[in-house]
Nanobody, 120 residues
Framework: QVQLVESGGGLVQAGGSLRLSCAAS????????MGWYRQVPGKQRELVAR???????NYADSVKGRFTISRDNAKNTVYLQMNSAKPEDTAVYYC??????????????WGNGTLVTVSS
């Protein structure tokens, strides 16, 4: 009964900014790592950014210096601030979280994805 709900996707011009949000809800005991992934047709899903419960972050080389991942543990929410957007950032972005419930250990959960389109 755990759900991840994404918001903030849409159309942005090259060089512009966009912020994605993902809120987790349900019978949550604890949320560990959270992250953002993206996928384009014909390619595998790739890691964009990841953040631990203690706020340690990792980024794909292609987005370093442009994107920032953050989280609000009190709100069970993770964010992706996208700055200096490029057309090659166009993709479906997926939220991911390692979540433990009251009935079992931590498991991976995914959002349904949100489309980000960067125009040139």
């Amino acid at each position: 009964q755990v759900q991840l709900v994404e918001s903030g996707g849409g159309l942005v011009q090259a060089g512009g900014s966009l912020r994605l949000s993902c809120a987790a809800s349900g019978s949550i005991f604890a949320i560990y790592d959270m992250g953002w992934y993206r996928q384009v047709p014909g390619k595998q899903r790739e890691l964009v950014a990841r953040i631990t419960r203690g706020a340690i972050t990792n980024y794909a080389d292609s987005v370093k210096g442009r994107f920032t991942i953050s989280r609000d543990n009190a709100k069970n929410t993770v964010y992706l601030q996208m700055n200096s957007a490029k057309p090659e950032d166009t993709a479906v972005y997926y939220c991911n979280a390692l979540i433990a419930t009251m009935t079992g250990p931590g498991m991976d959960y995914w959002g349904n994805g949100t489309l980000v389109t960067v125009s040139s």
